[in-house]
Nanobody, 115 residues
Framework: QVQLVESGGGLVQPGGTLRLSCATS????????MGWYRQAPGKQRELVAS???????TYVESVKGRFTISRDNAKNTVYLQMNSLKPEDTAVYYC?????????WGQGTQVTVSS
């Protein structure tokens, strides 16, 4: 069982920045595909960004050019740098770790973009 702990969420004004972190308990972190998902009230959870063990990165179209996913294999941590935040980015953000048939989730961190 892998534990994931997100941090870095909060309230920010439109145009602001936040950096989310997700620390994991696994010692084979480098082999996982890591992802950030988000779920807004009344909406389905969506994949925001992912990064494979080989550092292949994907983003949902709505965050391209504003968000950056990165990983530090030495710290077993994945990050999501969020710039130029918009009210529509408001959601609970979840960290996910995948390897083969296994998928693990964090508890989520709230991001609210509002003036």
């Amino acid at each position: 069982q892998v534990q994931l702990v997100e941090s870095g969420g909060g309230l920010v004004q439109p145009g602001g920045t936040l950096r989310l972190s997700c620390a994991t308990s696994t010692n084979i972190f480098s082999t996982y595909t890591m992802g950030w998902y988000r779920q807004a009230p009344g909406k389905q959870r969506e994949l925001v960004a992912s990064i494979t063990s080989g550092a292949r990165i994907t983003y949902v179209e709505s965050v391209k050019g504003r968000f950056t996913i990165s990983r530090d294999n030495a710290k077993n941590t994945v990050y999501l740098q969020m710039n130029s935040l918009k009210p529509e980015d408001t959601a609970v953000y979840y960290c996910n770790a995948k390897i083969m048939a296994y998928s693990y989730w964090g508890q989520g961190t709230q991001v609210t973009v509002s003036s």
